[in-house]
């Protein structure tokens, strides 16, 4: 079985590249698809379409062009790892969280046991929740599994 997984959240560590690593080490048949990851070039991913007279419109408008990749690539995986990180607050990977489960898209998040009060909709929602990487590798060889 061949499956499409979304990486979904926190761009400060290498998560997304453990998880990948891990799956090709189990010989899973996956392809892994995310967000741009470049901070600078995500905030400035509508900067092309001219100048505005404030922040709140220049991030508006790249908030939109963002979102063409990312509604797109969330609609076409089979499974979205919502990733939660300690330095900063994802308020986009929970809106990501929250898009997923309005399409009834089943997610798994991924963060650390000191923040699950402040996440428990999101956490009630998803399908597991795992703290290491090998977790979540653990859960797509099963699912993948003959």
Not at 112 to 140: F, G, M, N, R, Y
Request: proline fraction near 2%.
């Amino acid at each position: 079985m061949a499956f499409t997984v979304y990486l979904s959240g926190e761009i400060h560590t290498n998560w997304r590249e453990e998880i990948k690593r891990g799956a090709a080490a189990k010989g899973l048949n996956i392809t892994f698809t995310s967000a741009v990851t470049d901070h600078d070039a995500s905030d400035a991913a509508g900067d092309h379409l001219g100048p505005e007279s404030s922040s709140f419109w220049r991030d508006h408008k790249s908030a939109k062009v963002n979102a063409i990749r990312t509604k797109t690539l969330i609609e076409q995986s089979d499974l979205v790892v919502v990733r939660f990180g300690d330095k900063y607050k994802q308020w986009n990977a929970a809106f990501d969280a929250g898009y997923c489960a309005a399409l009834g898209k089943p997610y798994v998040t991924l963060h650390a046991e000191d923040i699950i009060h402040p996440l428990k909709e999101v956490d009630a929602a998803a399908l597991a929740w795992a703290t290491t990487t090998e977790q979540v590798v653990d859960i797509l060889a099963y699912v993948l599994r003959d």
